[in-house]
C-alpha cells in the first residue's frame, strides 16, 4: 500500500469515525466530553457500526459497558412481545461482548464462552417460556406410567464446544425421552407437541423483524437431515446412530452438549450415543470420512474462490479442528480423558496423552486464537455471518486498525504466518 493510498483511507476512516461519534452525542451519550471515555467510544466506532447503532437505539444503557456479568432475561406475559424482548436484550449483551473484548477486558477465549452463554441463555428462557405457554394450551406430556416428559436442546459445533462466534448460527437438535401424548385439552402425542415447540424455539430465536434476529437456527444436523423428522425420542435417536450413523454425524457429535430442557436427560442420552461417536479400538478408520470431508471443503474453496475465508480456507480454522477432532476419534474410545468439547482443552488432553507434541500444540493454539479474533472482528462490524476479509479497502483497513496493526497488509502477513503452520 502506497502512503498516498494509506493517507486516504485514514482520511476517511476518520470522518466515518466523526459521524459515528456525533450520533451518539445526539443519542445523548454521557460523559463523552471526558478524554478517556471519548478515546475509548472513538476505537469502537473505528470497529462496530452494529455496537454504534444499539448504543443509539438502547443509550440508556452505555454505562453498562464494562458489567462482567450477564444480566437475566425476562419475558413478559405478552408472548407478541418476546421477540423484541429477546432480540433488545441479545444486541445489548453482544455490544457489551464488543466493548469488553476490544478495551481487553477480555481475552479471545472469555470472549467465545461469553457469547456460548449468551446463546445458552437466549436458548434456555426462550424454551421456557414456550414450554409454559404450550402446558397451558396442551397439557403437559407424559409417558404410558405417567411420567412427565420434558423437551431436550443439544447443541452442536462451537455452541457445543462453547466457542460460538460473534454473529454464528447455533447447530441445533431436538429430542425428547420417550413417546407419549399431552394430558390437556387439546391432546397432541410426544412428536407433534415437541415438533411444533422446536418450531415456535426456531422462529422466536431466528426470524427476522424489526429489531433484527436473535440467533439464526440450523436445524440441519438432525438424523436424516432436512428430510428427518424434527423431534425425535432418545430411543429413535440411538436406533438411528446404531443402523445408519455417517462418519461426518460422529464428528459433528464430539461436541454436542444439551443446552435447553431438561439437561440431565440430555446428558444421558448423550451417554448413550457415546460407542457411536467413540469407538472401543483404535479408530483409524475416522481418517477416511474426515479425509473425504476435507476434499469436499478443499474443492468448494477453489470453486468458489475463498482463499481468504478464515474458517475454511488453506491454514484456515477448519483445518485446526479437523486434526484435533481426528485425533479425538482414533483414541478417544481408549482414552476417555481425551472426550473433550471445548477444542482448546481437546488439545491440552492429546497433549498430556502423548499424542501431540507440546511446541505444535502451543503453536496451533496461537494460529486459533489469531484466527478466532480476526474472525469475530470482522462479525462484529455489522452483526454479519461472514468468515472472510472484507475485500473493500477501507473496511480491511477499519478491521486491521482494530486490531492495532498499521494497515491491512501488515495484518495480512501475521495471518499469513499463521495460515503457513
Partial sequence: MTDIESTSLETELQALVQRHLDRLVRANIGMLDESEISKKFTR??????????????QPDSWSQLEASDIPALEFSDDD???PQQLRRWRRWQSTRIIWRDLHEFDNVEASLSTISEVA????????????ELFVKRYGQVKNAIGEAQAFVVFGLGKLGGRELNFSSDVDLVYAY?????????????????FTRLGQRLAQLMGDITGDGFSHRVDLRLRPYGNSGRLALSFSAMEHYFQTEGRDWERYAWVKARPVAGDIEAGEQCLESLRPFVYRRYLDYTALDGLREMKAMIAAEVEKRELADHLKLGPGGIREIEFLVQALQLIHGGREPGLRQRSLLNAMEALVEAG?????TAEKLKDAYLFLRRVENRVQMLRDEQTH????????????????NYVDAVELENALQRHRDF
Fill in 177 to 193: 425421552p420417550q413417546q407419549g401424548e399431552s394430558d390437556g385439552a387439546r391432546s397432541l402425542d410426544s412428536e407433534a407437541y
Fill in 120 to 131: 445458552d441463555i437466549a436458548l434456555q428462557e426462550s424454551v421456557r417460556a414456550i414450554s
Fill in 355 to 359: 499424542h501431540l507434541a507440546g511446541s
Fill in 388 to 403: 472472510s476479509l472484507p475485500q473493500d479497502a477501507l473496511t480491511r483497513y477499519r478491521i486491521a486498525r482494530g486490531l
Fill in 44 to 57: 469502537l466506532a473505528i470497529v462496530s457500526d452494529f455496537a454504534i447503532d444499539t448504543l443509539c437505539q
Fill in 80 to 82: 407478541n412481545q418476546w
